[in-house]
């Protein structure tokens, strides 16, 4: 068994003050996104953990990639036959986490998930790379298969199929718009006194700001 007791850092890059916040955790969150960017370290700022109540009751984090995200929430895409997306259609509350470890920072989500519509689904699926949009018709996914050849052979053929052709949209592939009801920002801080601010969505649809202890 491996000892991780001495896996220690101290954190001390930024603070966090709901003083000097905006009152939208919206705003807050893009503050904090292109500040994540511009400071660097993190390879795909916008991968982010989801996590789902699955059909067997067991709760299963894995991390996609943050399309899109404004005033109404954050948007993803996937296989809706997926076992993600056959979590979503049966419980849509899901929780997102992203954590940037060179800026010291986490924002955990709680929202409820939404398909987008037909157009949106369809508009990001024609701008992916034509290898990307054939891969999604290839993959059914989470499905079991008998080994990675299965996979290779359908791109095979399909790339061939689809050669000089428009890749049509599956239908059970799009997007997820998640709703944010809570959105809690972490900040680390010395001797693990982290800062956290939490924003909760109330009834009037303003958003109450709470500090949490670490």
Request: aromatic share 12%.
């Amino acid at each position: 068994m491996s000892d991780l007791a001495n896996y220690r850092k101290s954190y001390d890059k930024s603070a966090l003050d709901e003083n000097e916040i905006p009152q939208d955790p919206m705003n807050l969150f893009h503050k904090w996104f292109k500040e994540t960017e511009d400071f660097g370290g993190v390879e795909e700022v916008n991968a982010t953990t989801i996590s789902t109540i699955g059909l067997d009751g067991f709760p299963k984090s894995r991390v996609v990639l943050l399309k899109k995200y404004n005033e109404e929430g954050f948007v993803f895409y996937t296989n809706y036959n997926s076992e993600k997306g056959k979590a979503i259609a049966q419980n849509p509350n899901i929780c997102m986490s992203f954590f940037w470890p060179s800026i010291e920072r986490q924002v955990i989500i709680k929202g409820v998930a939404e398909k987008t519509s037909e157009l949106d689904s369809e508009n990001y699926f024609h701008s992916r790379p034509k290898g990307s949009q054939i891969g999604a018709v290839v993959s059914h996914q989470s499905e079991v298969i008998p080994n990675r050849e299965y996979l290779e052979e359908r791109l095979k053929s399909l790339d061939a199929e689809y050669e000089g052709k428009e890749v049509p949209r599956p239908e059970h592939w799009g997007g997820f718009l998640v709703k944010p009801v809570s959105v809690e920002f972490w900040q680390g801080r010395p001797n693990r006194l982290h800062d956290r601010i939490r924003f909760t969505l109330q009834d009037d649809f303003d958003w109450k700001i709470e500090r949490l202890s670490s």
